[in-house]
């Protein structure tokens, strides 16, 4: 199949029988991002070149200008937030790449660590969050009891949560999101080790920690495609959350491909893959769309050198739209942003053209490519 660009602007209720999910890369609301919102933790970092938190929002000031403190709790998401309700997605995930707590107790086998303050969780409300997903190598950065820390503090938000728990069973545990009367949305949040998430993070039957993979091997696939069949019903459609990989460059291991093939091959829907620092390839397999990575959306990056060619500064929100009976893909649009003074902002053409490029070769492999819209949107077209 090949999706024209004949109607570049379908919302949730342009058609009947779709659903229309929003996802964007890492959101990484600690260090800098923490220090600039209302409720500030204490800036004490561990890294081994920098101590203070605040040196990242120096960072971004001397590249971008001054950024006048605190910021509104929807700063961060800036011009995301129009997109947002033009487009009304019927169902909202993001990757939530950052522990929400107060805790000092930082877990010392790593060197970077995210913290927000809980005071802060309003800078995640404000986007309106569906489902934030915790399976990843920084929700435990400051030990086990910042995880239920950061799990009641969201669901005080009313925000649902999925690939972390207080046990096996609750990290295991899908997030469900009822779309109208005719469709559920099950999230499932897994993590592997290749991404950073330490083998200790696991969750346990008596112990929290994170929905982790031991392995992307056909045991681990079939044993989880049978608890996604478990809990899929008529009318259900399947997302797998997976941060998996290493944080730049674009090829895709071959595992990652075998795994993210056989997810669907067992029911899987959409497979909503992240950690990279920069947008990834793009492939429909049998009808289904794999993200294998969405980039980082919200972070402190700005200023910091060494890898200025994947253009990190630059951000997509993916508005992904499925056949609500079969979950197959209809449409795929992204919308290019930009970090600009920690803020997210639309980009210039050059930009949105250097984003269609690029994916669009890193993608070749996979059959797909992006078409630049009139809007600087970027719309997918696959075989």
Same mark, same amino acid.
């Given at each position: 199949?090949?999706?024209?660009?004949?109607?570049?602007?379908?919302?949730?209720?342009?058609?009947?029988?779709t659903?229309t999910?929003?996802?964007?890369g890492d959101?990484?609301t600690?260090?800098g991002?923490?220090q600039?919102?209302s409720h500030?933790s204490a800036?004490n970092?561990h890294?081994?070149?920098?101590?203070?938190?605040?040196?990242y929002?120096k960072?971004?000031e001397?590249?971008?200008?001054?950024?006048?403190t605190p910021?509104?709790a929807?700063?961060?998401?800036?011009?995301a /937030?129009?997109e947002?309700d #033009?487009?009304?997605?019927?169902? $909202?995930i993001?990757? @939530?790449e950052t522990s929400?707590?107060?805790?000092e107790d930082y877990?010392?086998?790593?060197g970077i660590?995210?913290r927000m303050h809980?005071a802060n969780?309003?800078s995640l409300?404000v986007?309106?969050?569906?489902?934030v997903?915790?399976a990843?190598?920084?929700?435990l950065?400051y030990g086990?009891?910042s995880?239920a820390?950061t799990?009641?503090?969201l669901r005080q938000?009313?925000?649902e949560?999925?690939?972390a728990g207080?046990?096996?069973?609750?990290a295991?545990r899908?997030?469900?999101i009822?779309?109208?009367?005719?469709?559920v949305i099950l999230v499932f949040g897994?993590g592997t080790?290749?991404s950073?998430?330490?083998p200790?993070w696991s969750?346990?039957e008596?112990?929290?920690?994170?929905?982790?993979l031991?392995s992307?091997s056909e045991?681990?696939? /079939?044993?989880?495609g049978? #608890?996604m069949?478990?809990?899929? $019903?008529p009318?259900d @459609?399947?997302?797998?959350?997976?941060?998996w990989?290493?944080?730049w460059?674009?090829?895709?291991?071959t595992?990652h491909?075998?795994?993210?093939?056989r997810?669907?091959?067992?029911?899987v829907?959409l497979?909503y893959?992240?950690s990279?620092?920069?947008?990834?390839?793009i492939?429909?397999?049998?009808?289904k769309?794999i993200l294998?990575g969405?980039?980082d959306f919200?972070n402190?990056?700005?200023?910091?050198?060494?890898y200025e060619?994947?253009r990190?500064?630059?951000?997509l929100?993916?508005?992904?739209?499925?056949?609500?009976?079969?979950?197959?893909?209809?449409?795929?649009?992204?919308v290019?942003?930009k970090?600009?003074?920690?803020?997210l902002?639309r980009t210039a053409?050059?930009?949105?053209?250097?984003?269609s490029?690029?994916?669009?070769k890193a993608s070749?492999?996979f059959?797909?490519?992006?078409?630049?819209?009139?809007d600087?949107? @970027?719309?997918l077209e696959?075989?």
């Amino acid at each position: 199949m090949s999706q024209s660009s004949s109607h570049p602007h379908l919302s949730a209720t342009d058609e009947a029988g779709t659903v229309t999910l929003f996802l964007c890369g890492d959101v990484m609301t600690g260090r800098g991002i923490d220090q600039i919102l209302s409720h500030p933790s204490a800036p004490n970092l561990h890294e081994h070149y920098v101590r203070d938190a605040s040196i990242y929002v120096k960072l971004a000031e001397d590249v971008s200008g001054a950024i006048s403190t605190p910021v509104e709790a929807s700063y961060l998401w800036g011009e995301a /937030l129009q997109e947002l309700d #033009r487009v009304s997605p019927d169902v $909202r995930i993001i990757n @939530l790449e950052t522990s929400i707590t107060t805790s000092e107790d930082y877990w010392r086998e790593k060197g970077i660590h995210y913290r927000m303050h809980p005071a802060n969780v309003t800078s995640l409300k404000v986007m309106h969050p569906d489902v934030v997903v915790l399976a990843n190598n920084h929700v435990l950065d400051y030990g086990y009891d910042s995880l239920a820390e950061t799990l009641a503090t969201l669901r005080q938000a009313g925000i649902e949560t999925a690939g972390a728990g207080c046990n096996l069973d609750e990290a295991q545990r899908p997030a469900t999101i009822r779309v109208r009367r005719t469709n559920v949305i099950l999230v499932f949040g897994l993590g592997t080790e290749d991404s950073g998430v330490l083998p200790t993070w696991s969750a346990l039957e008596h112990r929290p920690g994170v929905n982790l993979l031991d392995s992307l091997s056909e045991r681990a696939v /079939l044993a989880l495609g049978g #608890r996604m069949r478990a809990a899929k $019903r008529p009318g259900d @459609l399947v997302v797998a959350s997976i941060h998996w990989g290493s944080n730049w460059g674009y090829e895709v291991p071959t595992a990652h491909t075998r795994f993210a093939h056989r997810l669907i091959d067992l029911g899987v829907d959409l497979v909503y893959g992240h950690s990279s620092h920069h947008p990834r390839p793009i492939e429909v397999y049998d009808g289904k769309l794999i993200l294998y990575g969405c980039g980082d959306f919200i972070n402190d990056y700005e200023g910091i050198r060494g890898y200025e060619k994947f253009r990190d500064e630059l951000r997509l929100m993916y508005f992904t739209q499925l056949d609500a009976l079969t979950g197959s893909l209809v449409q795929l649009r992204m919308v290019p942003m930009k970090s600009v003074r920690l803020q997210l902002t639309r980009t210039a053409r050059e930009d949105a053209e250097w984003l269609s490029r690029t994916l669009t070769k890193a993608s070749l492999r996979f059959g797909t490519r992006t078409t630049l819209l009139g809007d600087d949107s @970027l719309l997918l077209e696959w075989k």
